[in-house]
């Protein structure tokens, strides 16, 4: 009983003497460990620090910020507003457009309408003519916007822009039936047979 | 909870991480010296592992998602990681040192001797007595008596049974004491 009090005080006086026992280290363990630690951190941690130096610069993370929301927003913007080559094919122009030749002389061309039961490349155009003034063959074809009908079927004709028909000869309109303007067939526009198509020639 | 030390320190370039290191070194190294020498059997032995198991632990509270450490959090890794060399620098065929000393046989309890006798000793008597016993009961005797560690703990770092660490701590106190009492 005595061994075993004497044993528990031993161990209590044990626990106050080494549980906090130190002993000074030299200057060869300091420098040692100095020199380890740099060479761990050179050679192990370079990529790391300085990722973790950039996540903690709040300065970086701003334009980081930035540029991603910059980046999300064109990404967005090209999203809603797509180019315009599809939406010229998906919808077509509801208003007729005008040009003018060269002549200064107004032509006002129909929308084309492209018939959805046929081959979409196929459209037929139609050209209304101004009452006011005549023109002729020649001037539609030195226009800017020449374009040339040609013939695909009996019934649909395909439009081609940018081409400029070579010349024919035309019978020239006389100025004394003003009120009756023949109109020369135009060797461009073929008569189209009426259809479900609602555009049509217009002869005036 | 001792001081706290921040991860960013260490890593941060312009001598930053110098000074955290000195600041580190100067707090902690003199208790993990004190430690090293606990539980290795030559002072030799102790200045090599405290140095080597320093470093290891810093790199491993570095690498860990955590800020920041204090130093109980340190000198517990710092223990487990000599404790693990030191099990692993072990060569040869352990044998159960459970045979007293033959002088030891001869003492007796005296009554009339100060029982108080030990209380004059110096720390590091003590710590040779220590650096008697076996390996396995020096490493347990340290770390449940002394460093408050769990014997589950123990377990866990030692991968023996919780009932082998039971018998190895009694073993170890018996053989610890019964060494102290002899130089009476």
């Given at each position: 009983?005595?061994?075993?009090n ?8 044990l ?155 035309k ?12 109109i ?6 073929e ?11 217009e002869?005036? | ?65 955590e800020?920041?450490?204090?130093e ?6 710092f ?10 620098q ?95």
């Amino acid at each position: 009983m005595a061994d075993i009090n004497q044993d528990k005080l031993i161990e209590e006086h044990l626990k106050r003497l080494l549980s906090d026992y130190s002993v000074g280290y030299t200057e060869e363990q300091k420098t040692k460990i100095i020199n380890e630690f740099q060479h761990f951190k050179l050679h192990n941690n370079n990529i790391k620090i300085s990722f973790r130096e950039i996540i903690r610069n709040k300065t970086l993370q701003f334009f980081i910020g930035t540029i991603i929301l910059v980046l999300l927003l064109i990404y967005v913007f090209v999203k809603i507003f797509p180019s315009e080559k599809k939406d010229v094919i998906n919808n077509p122009p509801s208003e007729p457009s005008t040009y003018t030749t060269t002549n200064n002389d107004t032509c006002q061309i129909s929308p084309y309408h492209i018939d959805s039961a046929k081959d979409k490349s196929s459209a037929t155009l139609t050209i209304h003519i101004s009452p006011k003034d005549t023109i002729s063959n020649k001037q539609l074809l030195n226009s800017d916007i020449s374009t040339q009908i040609t013939e695909t079927s009996p019934k649909t004709v395909s439009l081609d822009t940018l081409y400029n028909k070579p010349k024919r000869k035309k019978k020239r309109i006389s100025k004394k039936n003003t009120d009756t303007d023949e109109i020369v067939p135009l060797p461009l526009l073929e008569p189209q047979k009426p259809q479900s198509n609602p555009d049509t020639r217009e002869e005036e | 909870m001792g001081n706290i030390y921040h991860k960013q320190d260490f890593l941060a370039h312009h001598n930053k991480d110098v000074e955290a290191l000195n600041n580190l070194i100067t707090q902690v190294l003199p208790r993990c010296n004190g430690l090293a020498k606990r539980y290795c059997k030559t002072d030799e032995q102790a200045n090599e592992l405290a140095v080597k198991c320093f470093l290891n632990v810093l790199k491993e509270l570095l690498n860990r998602k955590e800020d920041e450490f204090d130093e109980t959090t340190f000198l517990k890794q710092f223990i487990i990681y000599l404790v693990k060399t030191l099990l692993a620098q072990r060569t040869g065929i352990l044998i159960a040192d459970t045979t007293i000393v033959a002088i030891l046989k001869k003492t007796q309890s005296n009554l009339f001797t100060n029982s108080e006798y030990y209380k004059k000793l110096p720390a590091d008597e003590f710590i040779q007595h220590i650096r008697k016993l076996n390996t396995l009961q020096q490493i347990v005797f340290n770390m449940l008596v002394l460093d408050n560690f769990s014997i589950t703990e123990v377990a866990e770092i030692i991968q023996h049974s919780e009932l082998s660490i039971k018998a190895l701590i009694e073993r170890a106190k018996y053989n610890l004491y019964t060494s102290i009492k002899s130089i009476v």
